[in-house]
């Protein structure tokens, strides 16, 4: 039996949130949290550095140092900004966290339970988006390869996909609880309760998320009609969470391949000779999803074997234990891996959520506009050109290829970011909102367009009389002479007549413009023309 000397695994759970304020364009989520009163568990982490008496420690250095000048001020914000005043270096990422939680407890299938320390229950908002994202990270030491195997098969489950014939979700733990301090349950897990679920779906067209979850998200409430919470959230990906996992062994080299495609793609546990899928299908795993960049290495630095596998959903370290820590400063493989790697996976994530959903409030305009309906196509209208301004404040802010100039950080970004489809899926967004954007420009155009013609058919129409009464200065009525009252009733009269016939004009302008363009082709009799004419009269 291998033994995992130190099991670590995060769990991500990216979150679609239902904007505060129709209309608004800079949405400031966290302001909703701080709003709903001490009750709640999460507390502001105020400064990310972590700043005591004016510096911080090493690894908080050496993590800010990691990344490019433009990704340190959107993950700690700019003082430079903030001394000018106003927003100009507002943190465009906050952070709440949660004590409370401080084990989990989970039971697998055959009643076998590990408890776990929860290292860190955090909720990420970031400026001007509509996404949270939930992390959670737990730990364990000493704990059999095959319990580390299902935990990052099974835990990180929103909800059961199907039910086993003995009613257990399926693909889940048996029971996950929440524990505080003193080892009392505060949230347990209801995926045997499958009627919950099902009347759920069929209620509200939207899936029901587990009990231990939604426990830990609250104050903030599941999005479903008559949901009465301040801030609202929907599931935005898939059911099953991201997950970052770390290894330690005395001997990482001894997992067999299959071990470490188990690990990859997230599969159950299996014999260790055994791959879970056929040879032919992972020709390419090694070189497509692992970075081996420190393992399998020789000479007299060599300081212990350790293997990277991303696979987009996943960031995995199988390291050697002994390797985590340098001097107890946290600076080895598991600080990188806790701090850098985990910011990397975070941003990797974030940018997947932020264009997922805005290619949702795309969609959700669309379905909401009615062609012959002014008022749907004026908010339609208004929608589209919000998405496209917050679109490229996305861009401009958060939308970075590169995010360090270190290799190892590098690479796992550019790992992370092409397994996710990221580029692709900016592209799709983007080439969304400029279909939308042309549509509006194409209809601008088709207005301006009809309203010349309107206003051509009344100038010509109006030149007739103009030029008719004004030839030669002639007046047909004399009316200079006669008495006040009368020109001024004259006056009165003309006007609305005059106005009467103008507005009629407009009116029938189409017809009339079409009559024009009858009058203007040869190729057409008399006849055909004067009855263009005549449709004038017809409603």
Known sequence: MTTIRHF?????????????????????????????????????????????????????????????????RFIYGSMAGQEAGGRAGERSLRVFRRDDVT???VTYHGDVTVTFDVEEVALYFFLDADVAILSVELCANGIPLEQAQDTVFRFGRAYPAWWTGTGEGGNCPRRVEWLDAGGAVLATSDYEHKPSYLSHVAKHRTPYLA???????????????????????????HYRMPLMVYLALDDPTELSRADFVRLGLMTRPGTRES???????????EQEYCDDRFWAREGEHFSGDARLICTGSLLAVVGRHGDMFFD??????????????????LIAHFHKAALLSMSD????????????????????????????????????????????????????????????GNDALYDEVRSEVADMTEYLDTDSVRRQAQTIVRLTVVTILGLIG???????????L??????????????????????????????????????????SDERITWRDKWRVLKRVRRP
């Not at 909703?32 to 250095?61: K, Q, T």
């Not at 791959?275 to 795993?285: D, H, I, R, V």
């Not at 107890?328 to 996976?345: C, D, I, P, S, V």
């Not at 009368?486 to 009629?504: C, E, K, N, S």
């Open 103 to 105: 084990q989990v407890r």
């Open 361 to 420: 409030e795309l969609a959700v305009a669309m379905n909401r506009l009615e062609v012959g309906d002014n008022e749907s196509v004026r908010q339609f209208k208004r929608a589209i050109r919000q998405s496209m301004e917050v679109f490229l404040r996305f861009t401009h802010r958060y939308w970075f290829h590169e995010v360090s100039n270190q290799d190892l950080a590098r690479a796992i970004f550019s790992r992370l970011s092409r397994h996710l």
């Open 466 to 476: 103009t030029v008719a009464t004004g030839f030669l200065g002639m007046n047909l």
């Open 211 to 237: 009990a231990h979850w939604q426990f830990l998200l609250q104050p903030l409430g599941l999005e479903y009609p008559g949901q009465s919470a301040a801030l609202r959230y929907r599931q935005l990906e």
């Open 8 to 72: 670590r695994q995060v769990v991500l759970w990216p979150l679609q949130l239902m904007p505060l304020n129709l209309g608004v364009q800079v949405q400031r989520h966290w302001q909703a949290l701080e709003g709903a009163g001490p009750a709640h568990a999460w507390r502001e982490l105020a400064d990310e550095l972590n700043v005591e008496s004016g510096e911080i420690r090493e690894r908080y250095y050496k993590e800010f140092v990691t990344f490019l000048p433009y990704v340190q």
């Open 328 to 345: 107890g400063r946290e600076t080895g493989m598991l600080g990188q891996f806790k701090h850098q790697y985990f910011l990397l996976f």
């Open 478 to 519: 004399a009316e200079a002479d006669e008495p006040l009252a009368w020109r001024a009733f004259l006056f009165v009269l003309i006007l609305v007549l005059t106005g009467a016939t103008t507005l009629y004009t407009i009116v029938k302008s189409k017809v009339l413009a079409d009559f024009l363009d009858a009058l």
């Open 275 to 285: 791959l879970p899928y056929s040879q032919q299908s992972l020709e390419q795993f």
